[in-house]
């Protein structure tokens, strides 16, 4: 009995010793002890030169009117077609203008009608006045008929207004080209029921001819009228011409979203065609002469509408909130103008993971430390 007891007693204290010095680590005080910094992936901000931008666009004329008949009816005849050219004056499309000849012809017999009244109402007039001036009659009645003769004056009036009118109308079922130029859209045919005003044709006057192109939401600021371009034409892509934006849409298209802009050719103009293919090349530079840099996406976050980005002291390695302000943001970058430099770090990716003050460790997109020379946090 005294040898078993002498045997498992060591093995008991062993059991103890070693629990206790479990709950003794386990239990010891944290104090003393320093959260290690986390990492964060910081870049530099770069600078956002000088780009030169390609925008395809198409040859239009500088005057585009809309051509439309000044009264409603059915398209009796189409004369033209979209390519053709025409001549000022020449007839384009003519409504069937039955009604309007017979609307005409009533206005033409009401005139006859209040002709023949005035002539009557005249013959008695002067037949009166000489009878008033032999005192055979009163005044009264040389009135009275003064008074006819001066309505039938007026319905006269009345009645060639309403002539001509009717004329008029009747003239406007024939649609004539405004000036020389190319059809360029049609959107009547034979047969169908135009209400007055409704667009008929498009032409592309003779005269001056332009580039449109369709400018991003994102590039529109860049751009600013009287700018200097450079156009070349698909079919001379070795005669460059010089122009420049004449012309900026301050409201997108629907649905595409993109601002439409004309550039017009300088000096000289090519001899071109409404139609053909062109493209635009476009120096932008700094958003309105002011110094920018760029910065990835993900470098930018907000609060409500105020965007910023996190920039790192050197000195302690803690960040600090810093406003920006975005104007431009492309596929991968955003445009910024700040009090930030080219020489600063800026924290580039989990931004809403990070606070004001808040110590990190920097490193690279490699999660390679970065050392920043002079700095007393080297060691972190």
């Given amino acids: 009995m005294h040898r078993f007891h002498l045997r498992r007693f060591p093995l008991q204290v062993a059991t103890t010793l070693l629990a206790a010095l479990a709950l003794s680590a386990c239990s010891a005080p944290e104090t003393g002890q320093v959260k290690p910094p986390r990492p964060a992936i910081v870049v530099h901000p770069e600078m956002a030169g000088e780009q030169l931008a390609v925008y395809p666009g198409e040859v239009r004329a500088r005057h585009e009117p809309a051509l439309a008949f000044r009264v409603g009816g059915a398209v009796a005849r189409r004369l033209v077609e979209a390519g053709d050219r025409v001549k000022q004056g020449q007839p384009l499309a003519e409504l069937d203008a039955e009604d309007l000849q017979l609307q005409r012809n009533a206005a033409r017999a009401q005139l006859e009608a209040a002709e023949t009244e005035n002539r009557n109402a005249a013959n008695e007039l002067a037949r009166y006045r000489e009878l008033l001036g032999r005192k055979l009659i009163g005044e009264s009645q040389f009135d009275t008929v003064k008074t006819r003769h001066d309505g039938s004056v007026a319905q006269l009036e009345r009645a060639r207004a309403q002539w001509k009118v009717a004329s008029n109308q009747a003239d406007y079922a024939i649609l004539k080209a405004p000036r020389d130029g190319v059809i360029a859209r049609r959107m009547v045919d034979a047969g169908q029921v135009v209400n007055a005003g409704q667009t008929a044709f498009v032409l592309a006057a003779d005269g001056e001819r332009e580039v449109r192109i369709d400018l991003p939401e994102q590039d529109v600021s860049r751009f600013t009228i009287g700018q200097p371009v450079k156009i070349e034409l698909w079919s001379r892509p070795s005669e460059p011409f010089s122009g420049q934006v004449r012309e900026i849409s301050p409201a997108a298209e629907a649905g595409l979203r993109t601002f439409e802009a004309r550039v017009a050719f300088d000096n000289a103009e090519p001899d071109v065609q409404p139609g053909q293919s062109a493209r635009v090349f476009a120096r932008t530079g700094t958003h309105h002469g002011t110094s920018s840099l760029q910065l990835p996406m993900a470098a930018i976050t907000a609060d409500g509408e105020h965007a910023h980005v996190w920039k790192l002291n050197p000195d302690d390695f803690t960040l600090q909130k810093t406003s920006v302000q975005v104007v431009r943001f492309g ?22 993971l990070v606070g004001e003050g808040q110590r990190v460790r920097p490193v690279d997109r490699h999660n390679r430390p970065i050392e920043l020379e002079g700095s007393v946090a080297q060691g972190f």
């Fill in 331 to 352: 596929e991968k970058t955003a445009e910024i103008v700040s009090e930030l430099t080219p020489q600063d770090w800026v924290v580039a990716a989990g931004t809403q």
